[in-house]
């Protein structure tokens, strides 16, 4: 039975650069300061919580812009053996191009189930084997900001794959959840203005954060975030790159 995973249209090699579609997800992120060039203290605990539920060594919370940028991001510890990734990757590569294309989810149990998948710079690069993956999609509109992934060197059954994508997805929440939360950073000044406080008490908080002694974990209802990214907050973050002029 052809699934809708392996429908032709769903399996294109990854499109060039749309700048309209760039300077839509630009401008919905900025518009929630959301950082993209540097890490953010809370898509990395929800990563480092997505890699712990579906023991996957490998999370992402990806935004797809001149490159796929990885403001979220969980590598294996170096005892693994495992070599750790950086925090952008050209838009080509992946199967995260697949997806912010196709809108829908991709659990690859094995991405050499099909030729389609197998061939791929990742896989060449450091020996990914299993995929699953989640469209970012902003509410209301039908743009994709990126995906939320994990990525594994082993196969994994294809009986499992319903409950990864099911993990997968319960991150993708948590992290348009908190994007929707984020106060504009002109807003922000303003609010701190009218309430007399230069802190962050006088910023509206984050829905989701838990009580320090709670552990990460995906499960619904529950947050993600740790006592690491309720430590650290979010990182200050530099003026994003101005988009190319061409196609990629």
């Known amino acids: 039975m052809t699934s809708d995973h392996d429908r032709p249209e769903s399996v294109l090699a990854a499109p060039g650069q749309d700048l309209a579609q760039l300077h839509a997800r630009q401008e919905l992120l900025a518009q929630h300061g959301v950082c993209v060039t540097s890490p953010d203290a809370v898509f990395d605990a929800i990563a480092d919580a997505l890699a712990i539920a579906t023991g996957f060594p490998y999370a992402m919370v990806n935004f797809y812009l001149d490159r796929q940028r990885f403001a979220g991001l969980h590598n294996p510890p170096p005892e693994s053996g495992l070599p750790p990734v950086d925090r952008t990757m050209d838009i080509r590569h992946g199967w ?43 509410p209301g509109t039908n743009i994709v900001l990126g995906t939320v992934c994990v990525i594994d060197v082993h196969k994994h059954p294809e009986s499992d794959a319903d409950r990864l994508m099911g993990q997968v997805e319960i991150a993708t929440a948590e992290v348009m959840a908190d994007i929707r939360a984020r106060v504009r950073p002109e807003r922000l000044t303003e609010h701190r203005a009218a309430s007399g406080s230069g802190g962050r008490s006088g910023a509206t908080p984050f829905p989701h954060l838990p009580h320090p002694h709670e552990r990460p974990g995906l499960t619904p209802g529950r947050s993600a975030l740790s006592p690491r990214a309720l430590e650290e907050g979010n990182r200050p973050c530099p003026p994003p790159p101005p988009p190319s002029s061409s196609r990629t």
Request: net charge positive; glycine share 10%.
């Open 96 to 138: 995260c191009p697949h997806v912010v294309k196709r809108k829908l989810g991709l659990p690859l149990h094995d991405v050499h189930a099909s030729h389609r998948y197998s061939g791929n710079f990742v896989v060449d690069a450091i020996g990914i084997n299993a995929y699953v993956g989640d469209p970012l999609i902003y």
